[in-house]
């Protein structure tokens, strides 16, 4: 088209028609002008729809990374839940004038799951990738990207929170624990010499000690019934923040 422009162009300037011959320029020049705007177009289309494939990609990332946050959180509650079970029923057999273990596997199963759950936190490696990197921008959803902001900002707060006292305590029962344990010949006997459960020597230090036992469980019950009610909290933060980004699927 350009080289039909340029040929009528110059047949027009060897007839010495001038007034033809500009607006045959004209006309060329408005062309090359029109074409570029039209490359630039299918440009901008070509990146936006490949920003649309990375977005998609993302978010689906997201939702899978989320769903298996959501699987440690209900596991995480489920855990506290039992430890505080646990340890009410080690704490009304201590709390007795004169205790009486009645049942030796039921009583060293409860023991261990009194002693504590660990640190839990697991950096979200997909946000994470997204901030550092600035590809956040690729999510339009405002509302998606406030809320994913939110919900790990809490996360993190909780983890920490955790990580200070709860741990402590934690590894606080556990020193006591292996103390006890370590008076006897228990944790020294490996392989088929050692028995699935302790004898009764040990349970009659576990239960010697019972005073310290039974301020540590007290400290550890308190941690589990408020970390249940946390993790319930960040269960239901985590499945809204996958309605939103479910939303932004096409």
Known sequence: MIKFFRKIRY???????T??????????????????????QINNWNINRANGILEQQYINRLI?????????????KNGFSEQQKSINDLLEIINQPNPVIQDSSVFWNKFFAASGVGPWYKEPVIWTQLVQSGELTLIKDQNAIETLFSHYSNVKSVADNFNEYPTQTTTEARKLIATTLSESSYITVFGEDRS??????????????????QALFVRIA???RVHVSQMINLTESTQNAITILESNLK
Do not use: C
């Open 19 to 40: 007034s033809k011959y500009f607006k045959y320029a004209i006309g060329e020049i408005v062309l090359v002008v029109i074409g570029i705007l039209i490359a630039l």
């Open 196 to 213: 699935k459960w302790p004898d009764h020597n040990v349970f009659r230090k576990i239960l010697d000690k019972k005073n310290e036992y």
């Open 64 to 76: 899978k990374e989320l769903k298996n946050d959501l699987n440690t959180y209900t596991n995480l």
């Open 222 to 224: 308190i941690i589990s």
């Open 11 to 17: 047949n027009l300037m060897e007839q010495n028609k």
